[in-house]
Nanobody, 125 residues
């Protein structure tokens, strides 16, 4: 399984970015996929998830501002981020679950996810 993120960058507060994650080595449409982030000195935290059934889940801190989506034909996951705040500054990672592990918009603990991309940096000033 290979996950490759892109789309990070530096933006001013209030701006927008769209992150992409290209996936290979898995039957993409059968998996839930998630976005996570880690700021310097902080633990990695959940951001958003999309289940194989299309259900979505969001961290409270990003609800109403971020939107997760996917294009199954392109095996690509997206994270549209609007109204960005300085506290959104972090390395953003996409992730897929261990083989056979279940997750959905209502159930997506970090421990379920075993495949991670290298990350893409988002800086909001």
């Amino acid at each position: 399984v290979q996950l490759v993120e892109s789309g990070g960058g530096s933006v001013q507060a209030g701006g927008s970015l769209t992150l992409s994650c290209a996936a290979s080595g898995l039957t993409y449409s059968s998996y839930c996929m998630g976005w996570f982030r880690q700021a310097p000195g902080k633990e990695r935290e959940r951001v958003a998830v999309i289940g194989s059934d299309g259900s979505t889940g969001y961290a409270d801190s990003v609800k109403g501002r971020f939107t997760i989506s996917q294009d199954n034909a392109k095996n690509t996951l997206y994270l549209q981020m609007n109204s960005l705040k300085p506290e959104d500054t972090a390395m953003y990672y996409c992730a897929a679950p261990f083989i056979g592990r279940y997750c959905s918009g209502d159930y997506w603990p970090q421990g379920v996810f075993g495949y991670w991309g290298q990350g893409t940096q988002v800086t909001v000033s």
